[in-house]
């Protein structure tokens, strides 16, 4: 049989802080894997329409504005891989995986907040480059947006 459960002890205020913090960062890293996968998805969409419309246009017009566009498109999307590619580290899960039960218990029973403030400091550093590759996806898939709609404008026209 299992022993009884030692009751753990109330966390103080600044390990109670520490906490919500970690999972502020954790829930922040959901939203931005979402937002990637749907940018993803819209360059999909969008490169698709622009082969399928581009042919349209002159000849010239057609290969700078498609180059142009797919250059873009591609450099955003792998911006937005770097951003969904698991970064594996020495924190969270990872740590857990490569150690026995026995060495987990003994870890959570002398946890310190040491432990917590380095989780902070990764997973706040994480969701901070993967913010920053975000923003510069999305200033070249606005970029490559426009150029696609010129390219479509053309080739309505011509």
């Not at 490169?47 to 700078?64: F, G």
């Not at 857990?96 to 039960?101: E, N």
């Not at 218990?105 to 994480?126: C, H, I, N, W």
Request: charged letters at 15%; a positive charge.
């Amino acid at each position: 049989m299992n022993a009884p459960a030692t009751p753990m002890a109330a966390p103080t205020p600044v390990e109670a802080e520490l906490a919500a913090e970690v999972a502020a960062v954790r829930g922040e890293q959901a939203r931005l894997d979402a937002k990637c996968g749907t940018l993803t998805a819209v360059v999909a969409a969008v490169t698709a329409i622009l082969t399928s419309q581009i042919a349209r246009a002159p000849s010239p017009v057609r290969v700078v504005l498609a180059l142009a566009g797919l250059a873009l498109a591609a450099s955003a999307v792998v911006l937005l891989a770097g951003v969904l590619r698991p970064r594996l580290g020495v924190g969270g899960f990872v740590r857990y995986a490569v150690m026995t039960p026995e060495a987990i218990a003994q870890r959570f029973a002398t946890r310190a907040p040491e432990v917590a403030v380095a989780d902070l400091q990764f997973l706040s550093y994480l969701v901070l480059v993967k913010q920053q590759r975000l923003k510069v996806a999305i200033d070249l898939l606005t970029v490559g947006l426009v150029l696609i709609g010129l390219a479509l404008g053309v080739a309505v026209i011509a």
